[in-house]
């Protein structure tokens, strides 16, 4: 997960109250599957420090169906993520849009990331990831709210064969709690239309993120033989 370097933040019952509605209210315009999965350290889960409410939040003000998992250890991440792909039945329009997200919330840096008290390096969760997936040729999201993230040469050869996510997202440096919730909630929000080639959205996006100061979003985009990494200060792909 994304520092804590305070208390968990006190939201007013007013805010409280708001979110509740939307949290239960019933939405007919989803448009992705987020499976989130969160690996906090014990001791945060009696601060209330934990994404996942936030997350789901985000994805019901936006018409998007929230899975929550919990693994304490990466085999049973493995086992929750072969179980998404396995059974997973892709809509007709499976070649032109990401089917669903991966959304990992965890503790990590640029050398990898922490499920449960275990750390993955991160070509040992591409592995992980590409092993689930079997021969069945779904495009997907990852998103990484962890500290640090892996460059875009490290992902072209960390997901070797067929199996590339279309878009991957995460933090390039540590980055605060806060900022990685509001910066989720706002990427939820604008992609409920995303398509697999669809650059110019994410660009503009990744942009406005950075303008806001929420931390260093990386964005990967994989064209089909190597994954481009977005700089904002450019406003190229490099």
Same mark, same amino acid.
């Given at each position: 997960?994304?520092?804590?370097?305070? %208390?968990?933040?006190?939201?007013?019952?007013?805010?409280?109250? @708001?979110?509740?509605?939307?949290?239960?209210?019933?939405?007919?315009?989803?448009?992705?599957?987020?499976?989130? +999965?969160?690996?906090?350290?014990?001791?945060?889960?009696?601060?209330?420090?934990?994404?996942?409410?936030?997350?789901?939040?985000?994805?019901?003000?936006?018409?998007?169906?929230?899975?929550?998992?919990?693994?304490?250890?990466?085999?049973?991440?493995?086992?929750?993520?072969?179980?998404?792909?396995?059974?997973?039945?892709?809509?007709?329009?499976?070649?032109?849009?990401?089917?669903?997200?991966?959304?990992?919330?965890?503790?990590?840096?640029?050398?990898?990331?922490?499920?449960?008290?275990?750390?993955?390096?991160?070509?040992?969760?591409? !592995? %992980?990831?590409?092993?689930?997936?079997?021969?069945?040729?779904?495009? +997907?999201?990852?998103?990484?709210?962890?500290?640090?993230?892996?460059?875009?040469?490290?992902?072209?050869?960390?997901?070797?064969?067929?199996?590339?996510?279309?878009?991957?997202?995460? +933090?390039? !440096?540590?980055? !605060?709690?806060?900022?990685?919730?509001? %910066?989720? !909630?706002?990427?939820?929000?604008?992609?409920?239309? @995303?398509?697999?080639?669809?650059?110019?959205?994410?660009?503009?996006?990744? %942009?406005?993120?950075?303008?806001?100061?929420?931390?260093?979003?990386?964005?990967?985009?994989?064209?089909?033989?190597?994954?481009?990494?977005?700089?904002?200060?450019?406003?190229?792909?490099?």
């Amino acid at each position: 997960m994304p520092s804590n370097t305070s %208390t968990a933040p006190q939201i007013s019952p007013e805010t409280l109250a @708001l979110l509740r509605h939307f949290l239960t209210a019933k939405t007919s315009f989803g448009q992705l599957t987020v499976f989130h +999965f969160e690996s906090p350290r014990s001791s945060e889960l009696g601060q209330g420090v934990e994404e996942a409410p936030l997350v789901e939040a985000a994805c019901r003000l936006s018409g998007h169906r929230f899975v929550p998992f919990r693994p304490t250890n990466p085999e049973q991440f493995q086992e929750n993520l072969r179980y998404i792909f396995g059974t997973w039945l892709p809509a007709e329009d499976a070649k032109l849009k990401p089917q669903f997200v991966l959304h990992l919330s965890c503790h990590g840096n640029d050398a990898g990331v922490n499920i449960g008290g275990k750390r993955l390096s991160w070509t040992h969760l591409a !592995a %992980t990831i590409t092993d689930s997936v079997g021969k069945k040729d779904i495009p +997907f999201v990852l998103t990484v709210s962890a500290c640090g993230g892996p460059t875009a040469n490290n992902l072209t050869s960390m997901f070797a064969g067929k199996i590339h996510p279309v878009y991957i997202f995460s +933090f390039a !440096a540590t980055v !605060a709690w806060s900022d990685a919730a509001l %910066t989720w !909630a706002i990427l939820y929000n604008k992609i409920p239309e @995303l398509r697999v080639e669809d650059g110019a959205t994410m660009r503009a996006l990744v %942009t406005a993120i950075h303008a806001l100061a929420l931390g260093d979003l990386r964005y990967h985009r994989w064209d089909g033989k190597k994954y481009w990494h977005f700089k904002p200060a450019t406003q190229k792909d490099v």
